[in-house]
């Protein structure tokens, strides 16, 4: 079965620092990744998905990730975060090969931004 | 406007009072889920619907029912509702069959309280 680890549960950074969220699945085949966050009360947003092709990946806001399908890692990043980014972020992973029934979530990591 | 609503957005109520929380998608989708998302174990799946009248349990579908009798209508169930299903509830959807289009819609959640 699928799972993913998002190791980081917290961060804390200052506006204008540069953001990195480590996201790691364990699965032997092919995978769909996805990026989602959720700002304060509201429902989950896509930010970003990875499908095939080209590694890395841009979505929306100004974030990317990079798929390092050696290290089974999906990691997300931005150059300069603003007070806006405050939100937290979840991982996701569609395992393919046994239908496309289930997307499995990380934990999530929060983020604050510090004006 | 795509979208997926749920409803009731708060509820509160009672240990063993039967309670029904409905979704609904206006995009046609064949794929629609439950999540239920609690602190620090980010969001987990309770039950799937691939079509009409095809359901199945996810990751954490104890105490819950569903039932798919019409596509766009995917309503989650509490039949003797306990203290531990207090959670903050998901319901989205998604086109069924994976691919590039594979992004899954996220209703704006449904908050509960089982006191």
């Known amino acids: 079965a699928q799972s993913v680890s998002q190791h980081n549960h917290h961060v804390i950074l200052s506006e204008a620092a540069s953001l990195e969220l480590g996201c790691n699945y364990s699965?032997?085949?092919?995978?769909?990744l996805f990026w989602y966050v959720q700002y304060p009360g509201q429902h989950l947003q896509l930010l970003l998905k990875y499908f095939s092709g080209d590694p890395l990946v841009k979505g929306i806001k100004g974030f990317e990730a990079e798929f390092i399908k050696s290290k089974f890692s999906f990691n997300l990043r931005k150059p300069s975060v603003q007070w806006s980014d405050t939100a937290e972020y979840f991982c996701?992973?569609?395992?393919?090969?046994?239908?496309?029934?289930?997307?499995?979530f990380g934990t999530g990591t929060k983020l604050q931004v510090i004006p | 406007e795509a979208q997926v609503t749920q409803n009731p957005r708060y509820l509160i109520t009672v240990t063993g009072k039967k309670l029904t929380v409905t979704c609904s998608q206006n995009m046609n989708h064949e794929y629609m889920s439950w999540y239920r998302q609690d602190p620090g174990l980010g969001l987990r799946q309770i039950y799937y619907s691939m079509n009409v009248e095809v359901t199945d349990k996810g990751d954490v579908p104890e105490g819950y029912k569903v039932s798919r009798k019409e596509k766009r209508n995917f309503p989650l169930i509490l039949e003797s509702p306990s203290p531990n299903q207090t959670s903050l509830y998901f319901c989205?959807?998604?086109?069924w069959g994976g691919g590039t289009t594979d992004t899954q819609y996220f209703g704006p959640g449904t908050r509960l309280t089982v006191l």
């Open positions: 989205a959807s998604r086109v």
């Open positions: 699965y032997g085949g092919t995978v769909n």
């Open positions: 996701a992973v569609n395992a393919l090969g046994g239908g496309y029934q289930k997307v499995t």
